[in-house]
C-alpha cells in the first residue's frame, strides 16, 4: 500500500494556495478582493499565489473592468476539481491513517513517558 501523501498535490501543499483554491472549489468565480478579505492576506500575496496556480493550470484568471473600475476574478479549471477532490481525500487519509496499521506492534503498549 502507498502512503496517501503520494496523491497531495504539490501546488496545493501551500498554505495559501490550499485556501485559495477551497475557497473557489464553492463559487463559479469570485472577485479578487472577495477572496483577498476572506483569506486575509495582502493583494501582493494574493497576487503572487494567484499566478503561481495559474501557472499550473489550475487557476484562470480573468481580468476585466465594472464601470470603469478594473477589476480581477478568479476561478477554478475544469481539471482542478479531481485534483483538489484527491487532494483532500489524501490529506483526511493522511489524518486517518493508523501508525499500528502499517507500522505493528511497538512492544511497549501501555507504558508511559512519565
Given amino acids: 500500500m502507498t ?15 490550499f485556501s485559495l483554491v477551497a475557497a473557489l472549489a464553492v463559487a463559479e468565480q469570485a472577485d479578487f478582493a472577495s477572496i483577498r478579505d476572506h483569506l486575509q492576506i495582502s493583494d501582493s500575496v494574493l497576487s503572487r499565489q ?7 493550470g489550475l487557476v484562470r484568471i480573468k ?8 477589476r480581477t476574478w478568479l476561478s477554478l479549471t475544469p481539471e482542478v476539481r479531481e485534483v483538489w477532490s484527491r487532494h ?3 490529506l483526511r487519509a493522511i ?4 501508525p499500528s496499521a502499517t507500522m505493528g506492534p511497538t512492544g511497549d503498549e501501555g507504558e508511559s513517558d512519565g
Fill in 3 to 17: 502512503h496517501p501523501r503520494n496523491e497531495l498535490n504539490e501546488h496545493l501543499t501551500h498554505p495559501v494556495r
Fill in 88 to 90: 483532500v481525500d489524501a
Fill in 95 to 98: 489524518a486517518e491513517l493508523s
Fill in 50 to 56: 494567484a499566478s503561481q496556480l495559474e501557472a499550473a
Fill in 63 to 70: 481580468k476585466g473592468y465594472v464601470g470603469k473600475r478594473p
